[in-house]
């Protein structure tokens, strides 16, 4: 027992140090079989009510009705469930720390449910002992808690707290009803069932302890896999997103220009006079240079991108030497000159390097989605003939839309 107890306790404490995206993966095992679940509930009901109106007790027949009741309820939980499951999973790590709540307040639900369903099941056998004579009816209600027991023990061993919590609530008022009933032999029973009980609880913690180790494996090899996809789509000197990266944000956007009725707006940045300091001071000047443009584009539109007016959903990529892209949403075309001043105007502050204060200028570029066309390549297209003209035009604060 003392064993038991360790176990139980050494339980509780890992159970508290999972990380949120595996608690959910794990609350998530509860709904993975909704067949067995429904199928559970239904026939339990069945049973009842047949051992309830064999009987004629009204005891039965008041927890008969009740146990129907718990399991039209839990049928009708995991059914809305069910398509979540289909689509996108709300407990997904990669759907971020927002929707792991969901995962506490199904966990909750099943809970409830489980609890209520199991307790009943449990009581109903004891009533059926103690309230009846018959042998068969005392065959029927036992094995179906018990069945019942020893499925959950298997089905449920990825949250085990609520495994163990419906083996016990299930099985041990039949022990208590069968050393009520005085009988030698179903003293014995009880006995049988409290041991099955013991070991249905060693049998769910060694179950829940490899469903654990193989979730965190699988958790922490998501984890790499996405680390290594967010840094393969970064820019190594500044840390703004890459062309890459830029491309795939800019593409998926644009497809949801239609549903929004947004204007997009696409700035082309070219630095002025960049050639000029990497010559005169060094690479390193330019690097520190370039990191500091890009950390005052990426805070200006991406972190506190609402201060400017922006209607925060926009990206700044590095897409190669001195060049820059910013895209925003926008909801009107003049919006598009306010954000390339404000650009230049954030390119334009000296930088401090080394004792010197850097300066650079910018000449600018803009399209604007879906005025100027709305596939990918024509934008881009136009963004970059408007810096050129932007260049022609002369270096330093100057912006030209591609119409």
Known sequence: MTHFITRLRQLRHSDHAVAADVRATLVTSLYASPKSLVIGALTSTGIATVVAVTSGDRWL?????????????????????????????????????????????????????????????????????????????????????????????????????????????????????????????????????????????????????????????????????????AFARRDDLTGVANRTAFREWFERRLHRLESTGELLSIHWIDLDRFKEINDLLGHLAGNVLLTEVAQRLQTAFVTDGGTIGVAGDAIVARLGGDEFAVVCAISARDDARTIADHILDLVAQPVAYAGRRLTVGASLGVAIAPIDEGDADTLLKHADLALYRAKESGRGPSASTSR
């Open 61 to 229: 027949a008041g927890f008969a009705v009740l146990i129907g009741l718990v399991a039209a309820l839990r049928i009708i939980g995991i059914v809305q469930r069910v398509p979540d499951q289909q689509g996108a999973d709300v407990f997904a790590v990669d759907r971020g720390a927002a929707e792991r709540p969901r995962a506490g307040q199904w966990e909750f639900y099943y809970r409830i449910g489980a609890f209520a369903f199991s307790a009943l099941l449990g009581m109903f056998g004891l009533l059926t002992l103690t309230r009846t004579a018959d042998g068969v009816l005392h065959l029927l209600s036992v094995t179906t808690a018990i069945g019942y027991a020893a499925g959950i023990a298997g089905r449920n061993a990825g949250r085990p707290t609520i495994a163990l919590a419906q083996l016990c609530l299930a099985s041990l008022p039949l022990a208590a009803g069968l050393f009520l009933s005085g009988e030698p032999l179903n003293a014995m029973l009880a006995v049988v069932i409290i041991l099955f009980v013991l070991a249905m609880i060693d049998i769910t913690l060694q179950t829940y302890e490899a469903i654990l180790g193989a979730t965190i494996a699988a958790s922490e090899k998501t984890a790499l896999a996405e680390h290594h996809a």
